[in-house]
C-alpha cells in the first residue's frame, strides 16, 4: 500500500510569490492534514479536510489556505511569501478510526529567500 | 484543549545505554497518546500509541512507553539503544472521541546516541 506522497519534496521561492504543495494521502484515507514544521516553534496545526470540507483549522493567517479534491487529493497554497515561511510541510492522512493517529509524508520543504 | 510537554530537548546517551524521553500532558478529557520518530530529512512514522487498555504499550524498535493517568505522563523507553536511534522524537495526544480531533505535539526531544 503506497504512503502519503508529497511534491515537490524541495523548492525555492522568493519574498512575496506564491507556492502551491500538492499531497496524495493513503488509498482510502479520507482525511488529510497540513503541519508546519520550523526549529522555532516545532510542529504546528495549519488545517485538515475531510470529504473535501475544511473541519479544523489552526491559528496561522489567511494568506495559507487548502483545497481537497473529489480524490482525496489536498493542495496547500501559501501566498505573498515571506522569510517566515521558510519551513517543513508536512501532509498526513488518516484512516477511518478517528482515534487521531496519522500518517506522514515525508514533507515539502520551502526556503524563501 | 490539549498540550504537552517535553521537558528535554535534547538527551545524550552511549550506545547500549538504556533511555528514556519524558513526556507529560494535559487534557480536560481522555486522550489517546503519540509517539512519533523523525530521522532527518524525512516524515514522521509511529513508534507507538495508546489507545486503551494495557498501560504498558510496545511498540517498533524496542522501543515502549508506559501511560500513567494519575501522572498525566506517557514517557518512552528502550533498555539499550543503537546509533540507529538518532533522531527525534515527539510525543503527541489527541481527544478521546469526535471527529474532528486534532493531534497535538510536543516540542520535540533529540536523541543523540554516541559511540
Known amino acids: 500500500k503506497a504512503g502519503v506522497t508529497q511534491t515537490p519534496r524541495y523548492l525555492i521561492k522568493t519574498r512575496g510569490q506564491q507556492v502551491t504543495l500538492s499531497c496524495s494521502p493513503i488509498s482510502g484515507h479520507r482525511s488529510v492534514s497540513w503541519y508546519q514544521q520550523t526549529p522555532g516553534q516545532g510542529l504546528q496545526f495549519l488545517f485538515e479536510y475531510f470529504s473535501e470540507t475544511q473541519r479544523n483549522k489552526g491559528n496561522f493567517p489567511g494568506r495559507f489556505s487548502g483545497r481537497q479534491f473529489s480524490n482525496s487529493r489536498s493542495e496547500m497554497n501559501v501566498s505573498t511569501l515571506e522569510l517566515g515561511d521558510s519551513a517543513l510541510y508536512l501532509c498526513?492522512?488518516?484512516?477511518?478510526?478517528?482515534?487521531?493517529?496519522?500518517?506522514f509524508g515525508e514533507g515539502s520543504r520551502l526556503t524563501v529567500l | 484543549a490539549q498540550s504537552v510537554t517535553q521537558l528535554d530537548s535534547q538527551v545524550p546517551v552511549f550506545e547500549e545505554a538504556p533511555v528514556e524521553l519524558r513526556c507529560n500532558y494535559s487534557?480536560?478529557?481522555?486522550?489517546?497518546l503519540f509517539w512519533y520518530v523523525q530521522y532527518p530529512n524525512q516524515g514522521l512514522q509511529l513508534l507507538l500509541k495508546y489507545l486503551s487498555g494495557s498501560t504498558l504499550v510496545k511498540g517498533i524498535n524496542g522501543f515502549e512507553a508506559e501511560f500513567n493517568k494519575s501522572q498525566t505522563s506517557f514517557h518512552l523507553r528502550k533498555p539499550s539503544v543503537h546509533i540507529s536511534d538518532t533522531a527525534e522524537y515527539f510525543c503527541?495526544?489527541?481527544?478521546?472521541?469526535?471527529?474532528?480531533?486534532?493531534?497535538?505535539f510536543g516540542t520535540g526531544t533529540l536523541l543523540a546516541v554516541q559511540p
Open positions: 498526513a492522512s488518516r484512516g477511518y478510526v478517528d482515534t487521531g493517529e496519522l500518517f
Open positions: 503527541a495526544v489527541s481527544a478521546y472521541g469526535g471527529a474532528t480531533n486534532k493531534l497535538i
Open positions: 487534557s480536560s478529557v481522555s486522550v489517546y
